[in-house]
């Protein structure tokens, strides 16, 4: 990349056309809005984690550019929503690095099942669209950040 240091941007992809958009930090920062390359649809940027459903798995997850963390929570445990506000914040902190997902296991029992996911909170890790990694249980924020570090983009 020409002038522009590949960690000095984050991907964006267009909620209209589906292209992955590299828009630079320092227009984001400076609050100027990024449009897609392809279709010119105004960019989403948003820090919250992705509702992923078995509908859109594959397109969000199996097809990312970047590496997922997907939480396999569902609204009765209270685990998952003791390890919620630390999703938020990792999902905030990596933006441009990192896709998070949350996955209500209740409502997306397919994907549960693929997945074999028996216990939740359970985060699994996805990079090139494989899952790399899978956290089970109520973890520290910081415990959860070191396990996704070799994967972040």
Do not use: Y
């Amino acid at each position: 990349m020409t002038g522009t240091d590949m960690t000095d941007t984050e991907l964006i992809r267009c909620s209209s056309c589906g292209a992955n958009n590299r828009v630079p930090r320092e227009k984001i920062e400076h609050g100027l809005q990024p449009v897609c390359g392809r279709c010119k649809t105004p960019l989403v940027i948003s820090s919250a984690p992705l509702t992923i459903t078995d509908a859109n798995f594959s397109a969000e997850v199996e097809r990312s550019p970047l590496p997922v963390l997907l939480d396999m929570w569902a609204p009765w445990c209270g685990p998952c929503k003791m390890i919620a506000p630390a999703i938020e914040q990792l999902a905030a902190e990596n933006r441009g690095r990192l896709r998070v997902g949350k996955l209500n296991v209740d409502e997306n029992p397919v994907t549960a099942e693929r997945f074999n996911v028996r216990s939740i909170p359970a985060l699994l890790v996805f990079k090139a669209g494989r899952e790399v990694d899978r956290i089970v249980g109520a973890q520290p924020k910081a415990a959860i950040a070191r396990r996704l570090e070799p994967f972040l983009a």
